[in-house]
């Protein structure tokens, strides 16, 4: 199953929720990539630009930008960004298609 990887911000609001009822978010966060027939593999609490980092799997792309639509729609986050990971062994195979569609592309104004 494809991996991703979620980074995620909590809204004002979120942050007033987890300080009114202080609470481990795995739980719900698990629920809903169980409900698309995804498997939560790590969930991290962070400090920078982004307060939470889901690592998940999921049937496929879309699944994964459902789940962070459902979130969002909570208002409890402010910005949620999911992109796909790859292994570096399976990362290899893009790579070969890649180098075999080198120079196939012409740039604009070429």
């Known amino acids: 199953m494809p991996v991703f990887i979620t980074y995620a911000s909590y809204s004002q609001s979120g942050v007033q929720g987890m ?9 719900p966060v ?3 990539l ?3 027939g995804g498997k939560l593999l790590a969930f991290y609490m ?6 939470v980092v889901v690592i998940s799997e999921a049937p496929d792309g879309t699944d994964a930008v ?3 639509m459902a979130v969002a729609a909570s208002g409890a ?4 960004e999911t992109v796909r990971a790859w292994t570096a062994d399976d990362f290899v195979s ?5 180098a075999a569609l080198t120079g196939a592309y012409t740039p604009p104004g070429s």
């Not at 300080?19 to 739980?27: C, D, I, Q, Y």
């Not at 962070?46 to 307060?51: F, V």
């Not at 893009?94 to 890649?98: D, G």
């Open 30 to 32: 698990k629920a809903l």
């Open 94 to 98: 893009i790579a070969e298609k890649a």
């Open 19 to 27: 300080l009114e009822k202080p609470a481990n978010r795995t739980g």
């Open 46 to 51: 962070t400090t920078g630009s982004n307060d």
């Open 77 to 80: 986050v402010d910005k949620i």
């Open 66 to 68: 459902a789940v962070g």
């Open 34 to 36: 169980e409900k698309v």
